[in-house]
């Protein structure tokens, strides 16, 4: 997956690198993250191959802002890159490194390990929920029957409320064998 080609699905509406960073931290963080840092100079390089446009808009809070909008070119490069297939990769699990050197690490370390990933993993499990929730509260559609430009978000979020529920049954295996072991 490509940070240029998400950013080009977001920018079917103008929007400031700021705005797109929200989007990041509010949908996407389940599976795919991006810093101000990677966001703005892709939003250049975007513009620079003709993908995308900008304009200074007036802020309430400061100086002007850019907003950017997806071109005619930018739409075709997204459909091409839909239609290319899936591009499926290895995903990079700093923690799972961390464990595959945990023998390292004393007993009580290793069990603190466990446990606060199980809470990092809890908290954002519920998270996902109370999206799921809210969702389902603001939408008699929810899931099954929601317009297409909502149903493939959804199964997005579906994904994702499995793969941080197996992670935290994974976590509680790991700390009652661990318990168990030791």
């Known amino acids: 997956m490509s940070l240029r080609h998400i950013l080009l699905g977001l920018l079917d509406q103008p929007q400031s690198g700021y705005d797109l960073k929200q989007v990041f931290e509010q949908v996407f963080r389940h599976f795919w993250s991006a810093e101000l840092a990677q966001i703005y100079p892709t939003l250049r390089r975007?513009?620079?191959?003709?993908?995308?446009?900008?304009?200074?808009?007036?802020?309430?809070k400061g100086p002007d802002k850019k907003?950017?909008?997806?071109?005619?070119?930018?739409?075709?490069?997204?459909?091409?890159?839909?239609?290319?297939?899936?591009?499926?990769?290895?995903?990079?699990?700093?923690y799972l490194a961390q464990v595959f050197f945990l023998d390292a690490a004393?007993?009580?370390?290793?069990?603190?390990?466990?446990k606060d990933l199980r809470s990092h993993f809890v908290a954002e499990l519920e998270e996902l929920r109370a999206v799921e929730?809210?969702?389902?509260?603001e939408d008699p559609h929810y899931p099954d029957a929601l317009p297409d430009e909502a149903f493939y978000k959804q199964l997005t979020?579906?994904?994702?409320?499995?793969?941080?529920?197996a992670i935290v049954d994974w976590c509680e295996e790991c700390i009652a064998v661990i318990e168990k072991r030791e």
């Open 133 to 137: 929730r809210g969702w389902s509260a």
């Open 157 to 165: 979020l579906r994904l994702g409320l499995k793969k941080v529920a």
């Open 67 to 94: 907003l950017y909008k997806r071109t005619a070119q930018g739409t075709r490069e997204l459909k091409r890159w839909l239609e290319s297939g899936p591009t499926a990769g290895k995903d990079r699990l700093h």
């Open 46 to 60: 975007l513009e620079e191959d003709g993908l995308s446009r900008s304009k200074q808009v007036p802020s309430d």
């Open 106 to 114: 004393s007993r009580d370390q290793r069990l603190r390990f466990f």
